[in-house]
């Protein structure tokens, strides 16, 4: 992968990433801390983990050279976030810290071996297949999640419908 096709790439999941948020919403603020499966992640530790954990640890790591991602404090993290607001909020912070990290990325970055806390070192472009790939999957699980806990959730590709930061470009 090259950085011209990282930047096409996180353009793509910049519209996935509205209509995670949007998923976000439709989630009932009461069901943000249950277990709509019992011995799963709750939605907010979900949000913890794919917003901070995979997107933003992951992006941030390609860029610095090294993964730290850790996800022993996942359950903290979603614990300080106490309405459903604050987890969107979390969320979108995730988000704009990824993004900027994301900015920094060059060739040299996409080719590196990076060290992860997984036991293992992945080149640039690997990881940031990997991101994509587990927030894919983490979206499917907060989908049902949704609607486990009675929500309608969103269109799953109404790129359109996203807020404006997260719409396809004109």
Known sequence: MKQSTLHRTWDQFRQKYGVY??????IPEER???????????PAEMVAHVSGTLVRDIAQGVAKGEITAHEA?????????????EVIAFAERCWQQASAAVATIGDAELAAMVPTPWGMSLPGWVAINLLNDEFLHHRGQLYAYARLCGAK??????????????????
């Open 21 to 26: 948020l949007r998923l976000l919403e439709s």
């Open 73 to 85: 404090s996942e359950s903290a993290v979603a614990a300080g976030l106490a309405t459903r607001a």
């Open 32 to 42: 943000m801390h249950t277990h709509p499966v019992p011995g799963l992640r709750t």
């Open 153 to 170: 959730p969103p269109f799953l590709w109404g790129f359109a419908d996203n807020a404006p930061d997260f719409r396809p470009p004109a």
